[in-house]
C-alpha cells in the first residue's frame, strides 16, 4: 500500500485491490473502482484534483496515465493511454490512446486543477529538449506546456542523458505554486525555482541556491517565515529545516507509531479539511491504547507543522 497522488487536503492510495480516495483529517475513505492498467506498461502515474466549481458539482476528477510498447519486433509503437475517473458517475472513460514518442522525466504535480509533468521529446535542430506538459483535468484533454525559464532551457537542450535528468531535475509544489529544481553544472549548484503566477513565463523567480552536497526539495514552509523551509534530501528519508538567509540545514525528527523514515520513504504535503466527498466511510477506529498514543503524536505534530499533514509512505 502506497501513496500514488495527494490533492490540496486529500491522499490517494493504491493497493492490490485498487484506488481508495482518504481525506486523513476527518479520517473518511472511499475505495474507487477498478482501472486496467497493462501489467506491461513501463510508466504508470497518477493525478487527481478537486473541481469545487458549480459547473463540476463538487466533483473528484483522477488521472491515470500509462505507457506502453504495441506491436513486434521491429513495428513496435511507444502508446501513450489517459483514463480518468469522476467521483459524481463513479466510472472510468479513456480520453486519450495514441502514439507517442516523448519520455516522462518525473511523477506528475497538481497546480490549479492542471496535472503537469516533465518531459523530454526529440527536437528538430538542438537534439533533446525539456518541456513541462499539462494536463488539464477539469476539461480532461492536454493543455499548452508550460515554459521553463530560459537559461535553464539553454542549460537543458544539449542533450543530457535520461540518467542525468533523473537525478538534476525535479518538479514540486510549494505553498501551492509550481516548483522546479535543476542542477547548474557550470556552478555546481541546485538550484529552486518557484512561478508566482502559474502559466506565466515570466513569473518564474529564483528561491535559493544551495550546493550539491546538500540537494533537497523544499516541500512546505514553516509556520509564520518565509525564509524556513521543509526539505527532503533526494536519496534519503531524513526531513530538514532550510534557513534561505543563514543557508543552513538543520535536521528535524519526525516521531510516530510506526512511522519509518527509511531511504524509500517519500512526504506528501496536506491542508487539514473537514470536506468529505460523498459515498466516504470512517477509517475503523484503533483500540483505546492506541488511540492514546496517536492522539498524543498528533498533537505534537500539530505544533510543529500548523495547518499541514505530513504524511509519509515507505515503498
Known amino acids: 500500500m502506497s501513496v500514488v497522488a495527494c490533492c490540496e487536503s486529500y491522499l490517494l492510495i493504491g493497493c492490490h485491490e485498487g484506488l481508495i480516495l482518504v481525506n486523513p ?14 501489467s506491461y506498461s513501463d510508466y504508470v502515474r497518477y493525478g487527481m484534483c478537486h473541481c ?10 483522477i488521472v491515470t496515465i500509462f505507457r506502453y510498447d504495441k506491436g513486434h519486433y521491429d513495428n513496435v509503437d511507444i502508446v501513450r493511454e489517459v483514463v480518468v475517473f469522476s467521483l ?20 506528475p504535480v497538481l497546480v490549479q486543477n492542471h496535472l503537469l509533468v516533465m518531459i523530454l521529446y526529440d527536437g528538430s535542430h538542438y537534439g533533446r529538449k525539456m518541456r513541462i506538459g499539462c494536463f488539464d483535468i477539469k476539461a480532461e484533454r492536454w493543455s499548452n506546456d508550460v515554459l521553463l525559464p530560459d537559461i535553464l532551457l539553454c542549460e537543458i537542450e544539449t542533450n543530457p542523458t535520461q540518467k542525468f535528468l533523473d537525478d538534476y531535475y525535479h518538479l514540486g ?19 529552486i525555482w518557484v512561478m ?22 523544499p ?3 514553516r509556520k509564520g517565515s518565509s525564509h524556513e523551509l521543509l526539505c527532503i534530501p533526494k536519496y534519503s528519508g531524513k526531513y530538514l529545516w532550510y534557513n534561505i538567509r543563514e543557508k543552513q540545514f538543520i535536521e528535524t525528527v519526525i516521531d510516530g507509531d510506526g512511522f519509518d523514515t527509511s531511504d524509500f520513504s517519500f512526504a506528501y504535503i496536506c491542508k ?5 466527498f460523498p459515498g466516504g466511510l470512517p477509517i475503523p477506529s484503533l483500540s483505546k491504547e492506541q488511540e492514546v498514543d496517536h492522539d498524543d503524536d498528533y498533537e505534537e505534530d500539530e505544533e510543529e507543522n500548523d495547518e499541514y499533514l505530513l504524511s509519509s509512505c515507505k515503498f
Open 25 to 38: 483529517s476527518t479520517r473518511i475513505y472511499r475505495v474507487l473502482p477498478l482501472v486496467y492498467v497493462p
Open 52 to 61: 469545487l466549481d458549480d459547473e463540476f458539482n463538487n466533483d473528484f476528477k
Open 88 to 107: 459524481s458517475t463513479n466510472s472510468w472513460k479513456t480520453v486519450e490512446c495514441k502514439r507517442n514518442g516523448r519520455t516522462w522525466i518525473d511523477d
Open 173 to 191: 509544489v510549494l505553498d501551492g505554486r509550481l516548483r522546479f529544481s535543476c542542477y547548474d553544472m557550470n556552478k555546481s549548484t541546485y538550484n
Open 196 to 217: 508566482k503566477d502559474y502559466g506565466v513565463k515570466e513569473s518564474w523567480v529564483e528561491l535559493m541556491t544551495i550546493p550539491r552536497q546538500d540537494v533537497s526539495h
Open 219 to 221: 516541500i512546505a514552509y
Open 272 to 276: 487539514q479539511s473537514l470536506l468529505n
